[in-house]
């Protein structure tokens, strides 16, 4: 992958983890609206459904004024909490919440992460404020990868099937549906898309098809289950070790 075309995504990457990693405040929508977001990511549009996309952002972004009134940003900052605070939309942006049988935050995909994200040399800041299967943490990983001296394409890829290409839509999905403001519902949208069109680049570059929604469930489910049986309690039985008193 060309130096040029990886800064390029890098600073795609850059605006989407910032909307995703903080709530939205005037200077960050002054800039958007100054650099017309999002026409300028480097990822355009490639089909029907990303351009619907990219223009309700456009529409929800020309909806607020150059400088809301407090009670708005007060407004995008209570949706902001309802999406990635405490959960009322029922759309964690933690991946073991969408893989645990029991949605349970902090189980096998955070600690599979986190030895990703070692091998690369990535550490998440502050593992105990936000856990390594975040939506931004996985952003922020991409991001690392493709600043890397040499770019592993088909293992990036493999990365987004597994991890972050396979949860996000449905959390996409639950936060258009559910979310009280334009904004966020559209950035859902955006990032869902944008992440689409990333996979497929990568296998135009690489030759690194994406498997089917199928495969990859099949596949996790598999990974998941050999996790369970690596990890299951040994049962005491009195007597076979001895007297039991």
Not at 69 to 93: E, K, M, Q, T
Request: one cysteine or more.
């Amino acid at each position: 992958m060309q130096a040029e075309l990886r800064a390029a995504l890098v600073d795609d990457l850059d605006q989407l983890i910032r909307l995703h990693d903080r709530e939205l405040d005037n200077a960050t929508l002054a800039a958007l609206k100054a650099t017309d977001f999002p026409a300028g990511l480097a990822l355009a549009p490639a089909d029907a459904m990303a351009t619907q996309a990219y223009a309700n952002v456009s529409a929800a972004l020309a909806g607020l004024s150059d400088a809301p009134a407090a009670d708005v940003i007060d407004d995008l900052a209570a949706d902001y909490a309802a999406i990635y605070l405490n959960n009322r939309l029922g759309a964690s942006p933690y991946e073991s919440v969408w893989l645990d049988d029991d949605h349970l935050a902090c189980q096998r995909p955070m600690f599979e992460l986190r030895e990703i994200y070692a091998a690369a040399g990535f550490k998440a800041a502050d593992w105990r404020s936000r856990f390594d299967d975040h939506l931004v943490l996985q952003l922020h990983y991409l991001r690392h990868v493709l600043q890397a001296a040499a770019v592993d394409g088909k293992k990036m890829a493999n990365f987004i099937d597994e991890h972050v290409g396979y949860w996000f839509p449905d959390f996409a999905q639950r936060v258009a549906l559910g979310c009280n403001s334009p904004f966020y519902a559209a950035l859902a949208e955006l990032t869902h898309v944008w992440l689409l069109r990333f996979r497929n680049l990568l296998d135009e570059i690489y030759d690194c098809p994406p498997p089917s929604r199928e495969q990859m469930t099949a596949r996790i489910q598999k990974k998941l289950a050999l996790d369970k049986a690596e990890v299951a309690p040994i049962h005491f039985m009195p007597g076979a070790q001895g007297p039991s008193w």
